[in-house]
């Protein structure tokens, strides 16, 4: 049996699904360290929110694909998108009783975080769905090119989740005060009528024939892009199961790990340093965050969509060009003292972060042939999510010690990073070797 071809308009509503899960949560995420500065919740303890989240993540994702598999594409999105809304809507009840004093700001953020579990572990069933899905009804030809453009969905609400959440904190409805507690109960709203469209519109899958496989997505995060890899297990064979610590991908697993953590960790504590360094309060320093935060997403997205196509650079000089750039990136940003200057150094951190990404992702798949490709991609997978547990943890609790630590000790072990890949490269010109 052939599935049918996947239509314009079953497209576009996968398209909105992904936006909207990914602009959802890194709208909620730019307004995080406000959240926590108002509810007077420790730096620490804001962090915790966001790693418990992603440590959920990566445990559910594989979970949810496999059942993706055996019962249908459907309904993995529906129950995805359910638990989106249903997160995010208690999020935003439980901080609007902490504004309102209704309960203690401790009591409320501990709650807030029990909304967040909701989502780490339902939230991670649609992506891997809605991939799948895609691969499945379209050919061959067209594969990497859909898939290419549904990823991309990912980087625009990593731009967009940032840019309006700032816009929709609300002020007093009767008694109440809404406040801060507006983004998270509004994006609820899109999440639900998102569940309402996919229900009425999307063709039930049950009982049709599985041709490919859906694969784990990375935690959509503020701190990066996706890398694609995704995209490769969904789609690759896989009948060679590769180790992490198969010497062929071993140095790139470690060096996607050290990278990884690189970058969550200074984009988890941007935006305190925001409200500390230009002394603003918490609701003063959502759009100046929201600034810093488009500008690094799209620094990013410009790599990877423009300078990278051009460049054409073999995965070592592409991580040894993002390594320099991120690595000098992250060091300004940590003695920044302006807005200009934070949102600047930000920016060419991500750069840099924009071209380590695909370097360590293009460089573990070459290591590796045709079939081990599903496997790499699995283990890329598995090393970006990793990073997004401890990452933020670390940041924070770095910047609460001294505020520009987690960016010195990012730019050190990035600079260290491109010294070893710098005379690995030196000592073994191919591209494909291990690092």
């Not at 700001?105 to 501990?110: E, V």
């Not at 816009?167 to 569940?195: E, K, N, R, T």
């Not at 002394?279 to 620094?299: F, K, Y």
Request: aromatic share 8%; charged share 10%.
């Amino acid at each position: 049996m052939t599935l049918p071809k996947i239509t314009d308009r079953d497209f576009a509503l996968m398209f909105l699904v992904m936006l909207t899960i990914a602009a959802g949560n890194t709208g909620l995420q730019s307004i995080l360290p406000a959240l926590g500065r108002s509810l007077k919740v420790a730096d620490s303890g804001v962090a915790a929110a966001f790693s418990v989240s992603a440590l959920l993540w990566v445990i559910a994702a594989p979970y949810w694909a496999k059942r993706s598999d055996q019962h249908g594409r459907r309904a993995m999105i529906l129950l995805g998108m359910v638990g989106f809304a249903v997160s995010l809507g208690l999020c935003g009840l439980f901080l609007m009783a902490g504004i309102n004093g209704w309960i203690s700001g401790t009591l409320a953020f501990l709650l807030f975080i029990g909304g967040r579990l909701i989502y780490g572990t339902f939230g991670a069933a649609a992506p891997p769905a809605v991939q799948a899905l895609i691969a499945g009804r379209t050919t061959r030809e067209e594969r990497t090119k859909a898939l290419t453009l549904l990823g991309s969905a990912f980087g625009l609400g990593t731009i967009l989740g940032p840019a309006i959440a700032p816009y929709l904190i609300l002020g007093w409805i009767g008694s109440v005060h809404i406040g801060l507690a507006g983004p998270a109960l509004i994006f609820s709203v899109f999440g639900a009528a998102m569940v309402v469209t996919v229900y009425r519109m999307l063709p039930d899958d049950r009982g049709q024939p599985i041709e490919h496989a859906a694969a784990p997505n990375a935690y959509p995060s503020i701190a990066g892009q996706s890398s694609g890899a995704s995209i490769t297990a969904a789609t690759a064979p896989s009948s060679e199961q590769v180790k992490f610590t198969d010497p062929r991908i071993r140095g790139w697993m470690i060096a996607g790990l050290v990278m990884g953590h690189a970058q969550t960790m200074t984009g988890q504590a941007i935006g305190f340093l925001v409200i500390d360094r230009l002394g603003l309060s918490p609701i003063d320093a959502l759009q100046p965050t929201g600034l810093v935060l488009i500008m690094g997403a799209g620094a990013a997205l410009l790599a990877q969509w423009g300078i990278i196509p051009i460049l054409n650079l073999d995965p070592r000089r592409l991580m040894l060009v993002g390594l320099a750039i991120a690595a000098v990136g992250t060091v300004m940003t940590g003695i920044a003292t302006s807005l200009y200057g934070i949102a600047l150094s930000f920016a060419l951190a991500s750069l840099g972060f924009g071209f380590t990404r695909p370097g360590f992702t293009s460089g573990a798949s070459l290591a590796v042939g045709a079939e081990g490709q599903g496997s790499v991609a699995g283990k890329v997978t598995s090393i970006n999510g990793a990073a997004y547990v401890l990452g933020p943890s670390i940041g924070v609790g770095l910047y609460e010690v001294f505020k520009p630590l987690p960016y010195v000790v990012a730019g050190f072990a990035l600079a260290l990073l491109f010294i070893v890949a710098w005379r690995q490269l030196k000592n073994s010109p191919d591209p494909g070797a291990e690092i």
